[in-house]
């Protein structure tokens, strides 16, 4: 067994049902198997099990691994693109690279930048989009699996409107993804998700087919695109006959507690209440929401209607795969809505960065605070001796301060350990 010091932070009470941060300063966290048996004050847990080895991270905080609940794969290498809306940002920029990735030696070498990403921003849990093509998907998953990360991920599936290498029929998205579902769907900690890229790019026929691969390998998960964007929302209402866009996936059977759909930033409270009737769960993704100049998140509309919310980088629109940026953009989002907006503390941007996550993805029993029996998946912030982000944290007045200058001012050069379920993925 392995007994971890540290001050540790984390959120088993929502601060949106009235919780507040758990903060233990010198704690112990014992863990066995990748599994937390025992936690409390360092000295008398460390009294109990004198024979255990000690890592000592009495610097810095602990924290839960990041979930990051919607970010991209093959977009890791075109992050950073600035001053243009959804469709001609996907058009000039996202497409050609996913295109690119038709050559799996290439799609190789983006699934192997991309999870060293992830594991440098201390992202221990995701839902990935895919690839439109198969091999991709297929070298994400075996390299991901080879690292021990819970990722959850898929084909990514359209027949209209996009470049046409990036087109399939509805029979071979039938075909592919389910086979890609058989055989990874439940291997080590993968899971598959049925992915249509977003209503727009998908003919009803082909989100006949996807329903259809929900229903044909039970417990898969559902991830697409939703409300982004007013003229991406214009084009649907014209497409569809005044169908919304929420009612779109759910008349395909696309919409239930498996289900987690990216932005919405612009509901109507009607599929709100749909949302929030089946369960689904949205990615908030506040730094792409900047970037194409998406909108502001009604998150508070989202909250009162019983919506479940978690944060997704949205990679590459979103501006890099740390969930700390994120949290911190949330917040600001919040700010700039002003009476409309919610008044986010470091405890809620804690809690939409790992257990609501854990939450949204069904992964809640085994990730997302640092409870006795829980996986140990953790990330340890110890910025360099000196640096601001140091400085703060020494002078916090108090355990949400020190949570909230994290927020503020972390960054993945400043987590020096992250693990996933007992096993050091980096620093170490
Ligand atoms: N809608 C459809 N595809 C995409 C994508 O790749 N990124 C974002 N942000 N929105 C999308
Ligand atoms: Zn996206």
Redesign the pocket.
Known sequence: MTLYRATVLDTPADPFTGGTLRAESDAAVVVRHGVIVARGPYAETAAAHPDDDVVHLESGVLLPGFVDTHV?FP?VRVIGSLGMP?LD??EHV?LPEEARLADAAYAAGVADDFLDGLVEAGTTSALV?GAHFADAVDTLFSRADRRGLRITSGLVTSDRILRDELLTTPERAYDESLALARRWHGTGRLRYAVTP??S??CSSALLDACGSVVKDAPGVWCTS?VN?NDA?IAQIANLFDGTSYVEMYEQHGLLDRRTVL??NVHPTDAELDVLAARGASVAH?PT?NAA?A?GLFPMRRHVERGVRVALGT?V???TGLSLLKEGLQAYFAQQLLGPAGLRLTAAHLLHLATSAGAVALGLVDQVGDLSVGKQFDAVWVRPPAGSTLDVGLRHAASDDDALATVFALGTPADLAGVWVAGDRVKGG
């Open positions: 991209h977009q959804l940002w996907l996202a989009f890229r977003f727009l790019s695109h982004e991406e990216a932005h993704c792409s194409l998406s949205d590459g629109a979103g």
